[in-house]
Structures are given as structure tokens and as C-alpha cells.
């Protein structure tokens, strides 16, 4: 069977959702074609705390990514804005900084921190990073009044919850595909991709005018790895915290991410394995004993989900926007997917749209 398309998008995670979205919103018909199920959330983007930190993530990053980021956490609320106009599915999103803890024994560590933050920080913003003492972390979370002594608040920093913006991305892309034409071909595996061609396991082949691979560690980019992520998701209405919690510990750090209804994403192993297997009993004890030293109340916590997945990251951990081989690549997010994602995708939609126009004007000339 052949099937012709504008675009054809390889992987229905983050990115290849936002591309979509974004094509068939400027008119664009697009074929999204994934293995995986629409409402599937075992993979990297549905597994991920969706944290905005670019002030954080800079120990492990660098000015670029800092500024993807920047460019991210303005683009966010708009886009959300016009989501929830499309589809009448709001997300979560708050813009309430983050806060960054620490025992007494790991006040090094924590200063460490904190002078790596500014030291990699543009001169001009390194006042939003503010050193916090016990009655100024209460402030900002009451829950934590006597427990910590000092700590760092980022901001600028926010949050979404991507288990919304998955499903509200979904409804958007089907309603648009209605519109503008196009096909969410999920369940389907894709065997091969070309410069113009996708051809997938049931024999189908798909011509179109651009392909993007955005299958994460699946898509055939050089030197592209997995790196395992594995998460808690626990319920624990007896602790209320408004923003993002990183705990800064010897050996890993922890992050807590609260969602509504008493929920909160728990995480910090980064492993450099591509194993897929279920959470290891040292992950599950590390992560569940450095929660419960963060407040006690989180003993009783349930736990209703424990996920693993791979991130897709390159030598440098840089994302990916480029042609190999005449296949346009939106990859290599890393730990990275929902701080850059839109500042990507806003860089990948300019390039098509041009291309696309270009062809056109051939065409026609």
C-alpha cells in the first residue's frame, strides 16, 4: 500500500506531537506514525517530571541550553494558551520557581552548587539566584518550616504536567488532522526512513515531501545513546508543596515535582544503560529513603507507579535539528525534552515551512 503526505513525523513522543501540532496548525497535512498507543505513556515524555529549569540544569549544562530553555519557558504558556483554546483541555503550568535543599552535612554540596549556577550564568542574571535561610524556605514552603536550615531558590524556574499536555496534544493533532488533512497512524512500526519515504512493518510505504525521525533512541542518528531514567509517582495528601524540590545529596540528585490531587513525581537515578527493564531494588530504596528525609509524612506516602525509560542523548547532550542522510532528525533531548522541546520544534517549523515553500514555488515555476 502507498500512501502519500507533506510531512510524515517518525515517533509520537514530545517532539514529534509539538511538530505536529505545530505543522497542522500552519496548514500543513502530516502523517504521525508511532508504535506505540495514542494514550501509551511508557516512554520518555510520558515518564519525564517535565520540570522548566534552566537555571538548575546549567551544572550539567551550558550557555546554549540555557538559552533553549529561556526561549522554552516563553513559549509554554502561549502554547498552552492555544491548545486549551482548540481543545478545552487545560494544563497545569506554574511559573513559581524552584527550591533547592539540603541537609546539614551537605551544605558543601550545596554551596558547590549554587556557585556553579552563577558561575555559568549570564552576569546579568545571576541575581535570580537567591541563597535561602530557614525562615525564607518556610516562606516559600510552609511545609518545610524547621526542617532546613539553608537553601537556594531559582525564580524563574517552572513546571507542567505532561500527562495533561500529552492527552490535550493529542486532541488538538486529531482535530487539526480532521481540518487540514493528515493521518495518526499509531500502533505501527516504522521499518525504515528515507529523504522521502517512510516505510513501516505492515508493508505500507508513505512519500512525502519531508520526513522527520523524532523516534528518540530508535532513529538512526550517530553516536545517539539511551540513558535510563526511572521515576516514582506517589500520592501523599498529607504534604502540600506549590514548586519543584531538589535535594542535593553525595552521591545523586533528588528532585520532587507535586501535581494536583496530593500526587508527586519522584526522581534521580541517571543510568548509563540501555536496559528497559522494571526499577532496580537500590533505585527504589534510594529514592523512597532520600523522600522520606525530606519530610516524614512522606513514610505513608503510596506509591501508585514506579517507570523506567530511556533518553535519548547525543556525545555532547545537545538536541538535535539536522539532515542525515536527507532525513531531517529532531532528537537527542536527554533529560532535557520539556525544557527545550519548544524552542526546538519552533526552530524545526520555521525550516519545513520554508522548504515546504520552496518546493512549491518549483513546482509551480
Known amino acids: 500500500m502507498t500512501r502519500t503526505a507533506e510531512v510524515v513525523i517518525a515517533g509520537a513522543g514530545l517532539a514529534g506531537r509539538l511538530l505536529a501540532w505545530r505543522l497542522l496548525s500552519a496548514g500543513v497535512p502530516v502523517t504521525l506514525v508511532d508504535a506505540r498507543g495514542r494514550d501509551d505513556r511508557d ?43 482548540q481543545t478545552g483541555q487545560a494544563v497545569d503550568f506554574h511559573h513559581e520557581g524552584s527550591l533547592v535543599v539540603a541537609h546539614a552535612p551537605d551544605y558543601p554540596g550545596l554551596a558547590h552548587y549554587a556557585d556553579l549556577i552563577r558561575y555559568r550564568l549570564p552576569a546579568d542574571k545571576r541575581d535570580a539566584v537567591q541563597s535561602l535561610d530557614g525562615p525564607g524556605i518556610a ?45 495518526w497512524l499509531d500502533r505501527t512500526s516504522v521499518q525504515s526512513v528515507q529523504a522521502r519515504s517512510v516505510h513501516t512493518t505492515d508493508g505500507t510505504l508513505i512519500e512525502a515531501d519531508a520526513v522527520v525521525d523524532c523516534r528518540g533512541v530508535n532513529a538512526a542518528w550517530p553516536g545517539l545513546r539511551g540513558v535510563r531514567g526511572e521515576v516514582l509517582t506517589v500520592t501523599c495528601p498529607a504534604v502540600n508543596l506549590r514548586r519543584p524540590v531538589r535535594l542535593i545529596h553525595p552521591r545523586y540528585m533528588l528532585y520532587i515535582v507535586p501535581r494536583s490531587e496530593g500526587r508527586f513525581i519522584i526522581g534521580a537515578t541517571e543510568l548509563e544503560s540501555q536496559d528497559t527493564g522494571p526499577i532496580t531494588v537500590r ?51 536527554y533529560r532535557h525534552g520539556y525544557l527545550v522541546a519548544p524552542a526546538m520544534v519552533q526552530r524545526a517549523e520555521r525550516d519545513l515551512l520554508v522548504l515546504l515553500r520552496s518546493q512549491t514555488v518549483e513546482t509551480l515555476g
Open 43 to 85: 516512554h520518555a515524555a510520558g515518564v519525564a517530571a517535565a520540570m522548566l529549569a534552566p537555571y538548575a540544569e546549567l551544572v550539567v549544562g551550558d550557555a546554549d541550553l540555557f538559552t533553549l530553555g529561556e526561549q522554552s519557558l516563553a513559549l509554554w504558556p502561549q502554547w498552552l494558551a492555544t491548545v486549551q483554546a
Open 139 to 183: 516562606e516559600l514552603e510552609p511545609e518545610f518550616a524547621g526542617r532546613f536550615s539553608r537553601g537556594l531558590w531559582l525564580p524563574l524556574e517552572g513546571q507542567l504536567d505532561n500527562g495533561q499536555l500529552l492527552q490535550a496534544l493529542q486532541a488538538a493533532i486529531e482535530q487539526a488532522m480532521a481540518r487540514v488533512g493528515g493521518q
Open 283 to 333: 533505585s527504589m530504596l534510594e529514592l523512597a529513603s532520600a523522600l522520606y528525609s525530606v519530610h516524614p509524612a512522606f513514610g505513608e506516602a503510596r506509591i501508585i507507579r514506579v517507570a523506567t525509560s530511556l533518553r535519548p542523548a547525543t556525545d555532547d547532550h545537545q538536541p538535535v535539528w539536522a539532515q542525515h542522510e536527507g532525513v531531517w532528525q529532531l532528537n537527542g533531548f
